[in-house]
T-cell receptor, first 112, second 113 residues
Framework: ETGVTQSPTHLIKTRGQQVTLRCSSQ?????VSWYQQALGQGPQFIFQ???????GRGNFPPRFSGLQFPNYSSELNVNALELDDSALYLC???????????FGEGSRLTVL | QKEVEQDPGPLSVPEGAIVSLNCTYS??????FMWYRQYSRKGPELLMYTYSSGNKEDGRFTAQVDKSSKYISLFIRDSQPSDSATYLCAMSAIETSGSRLTFGEGTQLTVNP
C-alpha cells in the first residue's frame, strides 16, 4: 500500500508566476486536503476535496485553487505568486470525512 | 488570539527523561484531538488521535484531553534520541469538515544521548 505522494519536492518560482503542485492520495482514500506550512509554523488549512468537489476552504484568497480527479489524486494551483507564498505545501488524504489525516512529504516552494 | 496555543520551545532533555508537551485552545467546539510528529523536512506523522476528554496510551506515548480546561497534553516516557522532532497538536470541530484541522505552531524537541 503506497502512502501519499507529492510532486515536485522542491521548486523555485519568481513573483507573479503560477505554480501547480500534485498529490496522489493513499490507496482507498477519497478525501484530500491541502495545507500550507510556513517556516517555524504549524500547517494552515487551505481546502479539502471530497469526491471531486471542494468541501471546505480556509482563509486563503481565490488565487489558490484546486482540483480532484476521479482517481482521487489532486492538484493545488497558485496564481500570481507572492513572496509570502514561500512555504511547504502539504497534501493529506483520509478514507473519508474524518480527522485521521495521512500527510505526504510536501512540496517546498520558494518564491523569489 | 490564536485558536490553538503551543509553546514552540525549543525543549532539550536527556535520554530516558519523561517529556510533557502541551497545547491550550479557545474554541469549545473542538472535539477531535491529535498529535503529529514532524521530522526535519518531512511531512507530519500521526501519533495519537483522541475524541473528547480522557486519556489514551500507545506504547511510550500518552495523550490526555481536558475539555473543561481546554488543555491537551502528550507525554513521552523513556525518551529516545529518535524522538527528536517537532511535535504538533491539532484539533477539529465536529461540525466542520472532518479533515479541517487547526494546528498549533509545534514544539521542537531534542533528546540528547
Amino acid at each position: 500500500e503506497t502512502g501519499v505522494t507529492q510532486s515536485p519536492t522542491h521548486l523555485i518560482k519568481t513573483r507573479g508566476q503560477q505554480v501547480t503542485l500534485r498529490c496522489s492520495s493513499q490507496s482507498g482514500h477519497n478525501t484530500v486536503s491541502w495545507y500550507q506550512q510556513a517556516l517555524g509554523q504549524g500547517p494552515q488549512f487551505i481546502f479539502q476535496y471530497y469526491r471531486e468537489e471542494e468541501n471546505g476552504r480556509g482563509n486563503f484568497p481565490p488565487r489558490f485553487s484546486g482540483l480532484q480527479f476521479p482517481n482521487y489524486s489532486s492538484e493545488l494551483n497558485v496564481n500570481a505568486l507572492e513572496l509570502d507564498d514561500s512555504a511547504l505545501y502539504l497534501c493529506a488524504s483520509s478514507p473519508g470525512l474524518t480527522g485521521e489525516l495521512f500527510f505526504g512529504e510536501g512540496s517546498r516552494l520558494t518564491v523569489l | 488570539q490564536k485558536e490553538v496555543e503551543q509553546d514552540p520551545g525549543p525543549l532539550s532533555v536527556p535520554e530516558g527523561a519523561i517529556v510533557s508537551l502541551n497545547c491550550t485552545y479557545s474554541n469549545s467546539a473542538f472535539q477531535y484531538f491529535m498529535w503529529y510528529r514532524q521530522y526535519s523536512r518531512k511531512g507530519p506523522e500521526l501519533l495519537m488521535y483522541t475524541y473528547s476528554s480522557g486519556n489514551k496510551e500507545d506504547g511510550r506515548f500518552t495523550a490526555q484531553v481536558d475539555k473543561s480546561s481546554k488543555y491537551i497534553s502528550l507525554f513521552i516516557r523513556d525518551s529516545q534520541p529518535s524522538d527528536s522532532a517537532t511535535y504538533l497538536c491539532a484539533m477539529s470541530a465536529i461540525e466542520t469538515s472532518g479533515s479541517r484541522l487547526t494546528f498549533g505552531e509545534g514544539t521542537q524537541l531534542t533528546v540528547n544521548p
